[in-house]
């Protein structure tokens, strides 16, 4: 019995020995955890440098400066500079300095007292900079660099009182979010009657640069309450079609076409049946819409289609046709310039295929604007652009649990609480 007794004690020793043996031994995945927990501490790098490594210097381009009276302040001497000057390609033009752009000189202190110049950055705008290298001893060189671009996604909301802009301003949200805005609810809401008290909730995505918003990228979903009525702005994208905005019954809530293919303008003539040519001084047809602007105003396509012309008519000048489906074309006359879509490309509604000119019989810069219908040419400013094809109903389904998550997503926003 005591034998027993005896050998059950040691059972118990070697079973517990074993267990403390086991989870004492070392795994080899928490050794690779430990070691990814130690990070090196990251170095503070600017333009891809490490700030502690140089001297650096920060300005902006003063009225007057040029790259060469700037460099010499930083002891580039007068022969690096018109080697900079001599660089063919048209990317690295003196000329090209703004004022009130930032720069920023990376020097090296090491050899003697003498700070010498190394690196040589200029701001050409929020993303893309430039870098003269001075860091060789008989080359420069000059690249044309991107600056990371971050997308935030974003939420914001507001209760109007006195205008968009103003409900934004005052949240210190960045203004570009009320063309944003006024862009996906076009055709729904007419911003400029919009009243005290109507309210909106948005989630739309930021550009960010090292922290600094560049601009608002695009409006993801939204709802806006106008005269106590719920307008939504729901994405969805239908096969291989772009995405658009419906409503919460699946009804596009945008149009077809542009109102007007160019922003910032005065309709100079309007569709007629006679009226005297500014030309010719005898009384014509004009069966289409003169769009006076500015030379260069770009020209967007009305809608999507492809481009089937793109040439010189004699008196038309630069001209691009689009053909959007089987009903409806539209027409471009007198252009400066074209776009960078050619004949035979898919162009979305928006997308620029030229800019404003006064080729062909023109007496000014001005577009010329034909719709065709069935191949008549009719009243642009009378045409009421048909709404976007609905969510068809073999695709609601989907339509339904997509657009469910963005409503929820949307009621989570409160409203800012008002101070009294
Ligand atoms: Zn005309």
């Known amino acids: 019995m005591k034998k027993d007794v005896f050998l059950v004690i040691i059972a118990s020793i070697i079973v517990v020995a074993i267990i403390y043996l086991y989870n004492t031994k070392v795994n080899p995945k928490e050794i690779s955890k430990k070691i990814d927990e130690f990070v090196e501490p990251e170095l503070e790098k600017k333009y891809g440098f490490v700030v502690d490594s140089f001297l650096i210097l ?32 048209d990317t690295f033009n003196l000329t090209l300095l703004h004022v009130g752009q930032p720069y920023t000189v990376f020097q090296d202190t090491l050899c003697d007292s003498i700070a010498k110049t190394k690196y040589f950055v200029y701001e050409n705008g929020n993303v893309v900079y430039t870098l003269y290298d001075f860091s060789k001893a008989d080359t420069i060189h000059a690249l044309k660099l991107r600056k990371n671009v971050d997308t935030l996604q974003k939420s914001a909301s507001g209760i109007i009182d006195y205008s968009l802009w103003n409900t934004l301003n005052d949240q210190g949200i960045n203004w ?55 307008f939504w702005a729901i994405p969805f994208t239908m096969d291989s079609c772009n995405q658009m905005f419906f409503d919460k019954e699946g009804n596009s809530v945008q149009k077809t076409f542009l109102k007007a293919p160019l922003k910032y303008t005065a309709i100079s003539s309007r569709y007629s049946h006679a009226r005297m040519h500014p030309i010719f001084h005898k009384v014509t047809e004009h069966l289409a819409v003169d769009y006076s602007a500015p030379m260069g105003t770009p020209i967007y396509s009305a809608s999507d289609g492809t ?45 620029v ?51 469910q998550k963005w409503i929820d997503e949307i009621n989570k926003i409160e409203f800012p609480t008002l101070e009294i």
């Open 58 to 89: 920060s300005d902006t381009v003063r009225p007057g400066e040029t790259l060469g009276t700037i460099m010499s302040k930083y002891g580039i001497t007068a022969i690096e500079v018109d080697r900079i000057s001599k660089m063919s390609c």
């Open 176 to 230: 570009q979010l009320a063309i944003a805005m006024s862009q996906t609810f076009a055709w729904t809401i007419d911003f400029y009657g919009l009243q005290k008290g109507d309210a909106f909730k948005v989630l739309y995505t930021e550009l960010f640069v090292e922290d600094n918003s560049i601009g608002i990228d695009e409006v993801k979903a939204g709802l806006f309450i106008h005269n106590e009525r719920e």
């Open 307 to 351: 481009i089937v012309f793109r040439g010189w008519g004699t008196g038309a000048g630069n001209m691009v046709k689009v053909r959007h489906n089987s009903v409806y074309s539209t027409v471009y006359m007198h252009m400066s310039r074209f776009g960078d879509y050619n004949v035979g490309d898919y162009v979305k509604m928006g997308d």
């Open 353 to 403: 295929i030229g800019y404003v000119g006064s080729t062909g019989w023109s007496t000014g810069p001005h577009l010329h604007y034909e719709i065709h219908e069935n191949g008549y040419k009719i009243d642009p400013l009378l045409f009421e652009a048909p709404p976007a094809e609905p969510v068809p109903p073999e695709q609601m389904d989907r339509f339904n649990k997509e657009k």
